[in-house]
């Protein structure tokens, strides 16, 4: 994995000079280390010889990450809204986290999960996966949060920080106190102050090099791509599927019955690697309106993903509105919450909705004053003709579902397969044999 060669490489040359900084998907290497001050690639912190190290970096980051004196409330860190026990997902079945300077505001998206983005490509309208040019256009592809407006982690990582219904500091002066009050402080001027200098004395300093320890962090193999679920395993030779889990697996790569592998692709990367379980790419699914999100109290607002209003370039691409990022499907079953607007708590729920939501949208949808289902409500009504309407939302003719009770069982067994920590053991046999810890059921 590409991951895994950069960490490797970065730890056997041991200085900060050989920082690596993973960017849309590519590699950059940082500065000559001969330079006592050399910059980082791309965005601005400066390297002081050998210091920071990775291993500086990683540290420094996963204390930053669950450290709470960075928001304005001194009571909501990063780990709020992407617990590390939930797959670096949301932490509840709350539709967002609440947050703002006293506690009283809340986002207005469910959080989307940390993991797996590392072969995350930088934002296009027009993706063509294809070396000479000549494939598919497929469409929006790529970038960071369910509206794709940053390409790097580090970009990620400082938007709740500066967010007003987030952690909610207002400059990078208010984070450097915040910062300089905390526990983290003494090892964060030691790793990140120039000789003769405290970094606390540069506010904008200290916001980048908050960006980039938390992207450090966020690029450890072990904690956010580590590829040990039962899946990696089976793929491996190490495990094999129980009679459920492998008939969800054909339920999940068929095009007329689940379709998932369309956009969550199941087999292996061109470079031979591991599935991330998503394309990256863009859909509207029509997920219904979520009436527990404070923003939607208004009747007028609309989240309408790549078209805004958080995202503010492609404003004027009507054909986009209702367009959210596809997630990987890695440790989905671990989630508390699911789509965009966390409109849904458990998984079934969510395959429910794609079985029958064009064959029994009364189900999902309100009524009108004359008793008409109100498809789609969560987009104003001229945006509607955008929702994705194939399988497996296509019925079968005479208006069937696609998907019975006894196949969203098997999908749920598969889609389980997918949670981290499934532990590989050697029989005495020379036999692979495996088991689930808690984290993998």
């Given amino acids: 994995m590409m991951g895994r060669s950069v960490a490797r490489a970065c730890r056997r040359i041991g200085v900060a000079a050989a920082l690596c900084i993973m960017t849309a998907g590519a590699v950059l290497a940082a500065a000559d280390a001969g330079s006592p001050t050399a910059r980082l690639p791309g965005y601005g912190p400066r390297t002081f010889g050998d210091r920071p190290s990775v291993a500086q970096m990683t540290a420094i980051g996963e204390r930053l990450f669950v450290e709470q004196a960075l928001s304005a409330s001194g009571r909501v860190s990063c780990a709020s809204c992407h617990s590390p026990q939930h797959a670096f997902a949301a932490p509840n079945a709350r539709p967002a986290q609440p947050g703002g300077a006293r506690l009283a505001s809340a986002g207005r998206r469910n959080p989307p999960s940390l993991m797996y983005l590392q ?145 969550h692709p199941s087999g292996r990367r061109s470079d031979g690697g591991l599935p991330a379980f998503t394309d990256s790419g863009y859909g509207a699914l029509g997920v219904p309106r979520n009436a527990l999100l404070l923003a939607n109290r208004n009747p007028r607002y609309f989240d309408m993903g790549l ?42 729920q969510v395959l429910d909705f794609y079985a029958t939501r064009d064959t029994d949208p009364g189900r999902w949808y309100p009524r009108d004053a004359h008793g008409r289902v109100t498809r789609y409500d969560d987009l104003p009504p001229d945006l509607r003709a955008n929702v994705n309407a194939e399988v497996p939302f296509e019925p079968l003719p005479q208006g069937k579902r696609r998907l019975n009770e006894a196949e969203i069982d098997d999908l749920l067994a598969f889609l389980r397969t997918l949670n981290d920590g499934f532990a590989v053991k050697r029989t005495q046999t020379g036999q692979h044999s495996g088991s689930c810890t808690d984290q993998c059921r």
């Avoid at 027009?126 to 369910?146: C, K, L, R, S, V």
């Avoid at 450097?176 to 790793?191: E, G, H, K, T």
């Avoid at 078209?307 to 079953?333: I, M, Q, W």
Wanted: hydrophobic share 35%; aromatic share 12%; glycine share 6%.
């Fill in 119 to 263: 072969t995350t490509l930088p934002f296009t309208e027009h993706y063509i996966d294809d070396e000479d040019g000549h494939g598919i256009d497929a469409g929006p592809t790529g970038g960071f949060t369910w509206d794709g407006r940053v390409n790097t982690l580090h970009e990620q990582s400082l938007i709740p920080l500066f967010a007003p219904h987030e952690m909610a500091n207002r400059d990078a002066r208010q984070l450097a106190r915040q910062l300089q009050r905390s526990p983290v402080a003494a090892d964060f001027r030691r790793a990140f102050s120039e000789a003769d200098k405290d970094v606390f004395d540069q506010p904008e300093e200290v916001v980048r090099w908050v960006g980039a320890a938390l992207e450090v962090y966020q690029q450890d193999p072990a904690t956010f791509y580590p590829y040990t679920s039962k899946f990696d395993a089976v793929m491996r030779g190490q495990a094999q599927f129980d009679a459920a889990q492998a008939r969800g697996l054909v339920l999940f790569n068929d095009p007329n019955k689940g379709n998932c592998a369309a956009c």
């Fill in 307 to 348: 078209c805004g209003p958080e995202r503010t370039d492609l404003t004027d691409k009507r054909e986009y509105c209702g367009f959210f990022k596809v997630p990987s499907l890695r440790n989905v079953a671990q989630h508390r919450v699911f789509f965009h607007n966390g409109r849904f708590t458990s998984l079934r």
